[in-house]
């Protein structure tokens, strides 16, 4: 039997990990400023969530949601406290598809409505509604496609609102910062006003914190910036630092009722102790502080790298877009200097999204390297 070959892969096979390193089977050390898609948030192999993980999985490593989980609760404890969202309701489920997904449905039980306003490069996964609300026709089959979404510009206040009119909308799904569309980050004035539109038209707002949560920019999550409230709150990637956990957190004017949702694998024993792990090493060592430290040092630093026409984002969730595609770039990057990177729907823009531990020096290999390649690239 063969894989299904549906993933383009570099030529690397990693063994093992830790901290911002990765290690492959030809004992080749890489500095990882990707973090498997941003996925790495309190460095590969921590102590605390191994030892997390090790304890829970020689006692009970699962079993269904039909029996009461202390785990679940205390994660819903310990995330509203460090999120300051500690009145919203937690569901959990296994990756941030599933997240959007149910967030999705949850607005739609809500609202009887179905129509979704998503925008323009946006990326919310790749099951039914969720990637339907993705602006990639290419993996949207049309089984998927049967979905009623309607694309908008980001800052189109007057777009959103004349779909809003028809009273036939029962969701705003919006990343405040688009991670695979190309680091584009919403002002305030618009965020702000979407939630005034939602309100208006008994419409749930969703903010997709797939990728920018869990103080990937500095904040908690990056809509905390802009001083909104947001109906529902999807989360997953950094979530569990590599174990499979997703969710969603639910404002309390949605009411639940016994089978609205449901998972088989979600909020098990061993995905909330890698999320507690988490919660605990981003307050303990104080990694929100150093995602703005080391944000603040990278920007600094980057700006003088030729080529270089804009660096997008915030926080440790960047993009360096150049004058010329970063492809080749990129591969340089891994094969040459054993540094990863990641790309995006813009082919100029590189992507930079390590984990939240890492330090200033590595920065440092970073620019270095980079300034040396881009001498041989011409614009």
Do not use: W
Not at 58 to 72: H, T, V
Not at 186 to 206: A, M, P, R, S, W
Not at 245 to 270: E, V
């Amino acid at each position: 039997m063969s894989l299904f070959d549906v993933y383009p892969l570099f030529n690397v096979t990693p063994v093992k990990a830790e901290d911002v390193y990765v290690y492959d089977n030809n004992d080749n050390k890489y500095l990882d400023l990707y973090g498997g898609h941003a996925v790495i948030s309190i460095g590969h192999s921590h102590p605390t969530y191994i030892k997390n993980i090790n304890q829970q999985v020689s006692k009970l490593g699962f079993y269904s949601n039909a029996i009461k989980n202390p785990l679940q609760i205390e994660l819903a404890k310990q995330l509203g406290i460090k999120s300051n969202c500690k009145n919203y309701q937690l569901f959990l489920c296994n990756s941030g598809a599933e997240a959007n997904e149910n967030a999705l449905k949850l607005a739609s039980f809500h609202t009887n409505k179905k129509k979704v306003i998503s925008f323009k490069n946006s990326f919310h996964g790749r099951t039914s509604a969720a990637v339907a609300a993705t602006d990639n026709t290419k993996i949207v089959a049309p089984i998927n496609s049967q979905q009623e979404v309607i694309f908008h510009d980001f800052e189109n206040l007057k777009g959103v609102e004349k779909t809003l009119k028809n009273n036939d909308v029962c969701a705003v799904i919006i990343e405040t910062i688009q991670g695979i569309g190309g680091l584009n980050e919403v002002t305030t004035k618009f965020y702000k006003g979407l939630q005034k539109l939602c309100n208006q038209y008994d419409t749930l707002l969703i903010a997709d914190e797939i990728q920018s949560g869990f103080g990937r920019t500095g904040d908690f999550f990056a809509f905390q910036k802009h001083g909104v409230t947001p109906d529902i709150i999807s989360m997953a990637k950094g979530m569990g630092n590599g174990f499979p956990i997703g969710g969603i957190l639910i404002h309390p004017s949605i009411q639940p009722k016994y089978g609205m949702l449901g998972t088989t694998f979600g909020g098990n024993h061993l995905a909330c102790s890698a999320s507690l792990a988490v919660l605990s090493v981003i307050e303990n060592e104080n990694l929100l502080s150093n995602v703005k430290e080391v944000s603040n040092y990278f920007i600094k630093e980057a700006k003088s790298l030729p080529h270089l026409t804009s660096i997008k984002g915030r926080g440790l969730m960047l993009g360096l877009e150049f004058n010329f595609p970063v492809s080749e770039m990129r591969k340089t990057l891994i094969y040459k200097h054993f540094i990863f990177t990641g790309s995006s729907k813009n082919p100029n823009l590189l992507r930079i999204l390590p984990p939240l531990t890492i330090q200033k020096k590595h920065i440092d290999v970073f620019v270095k390297t980079l300034k040396e390649e881009l001498k041989t690239f011409s614009s």
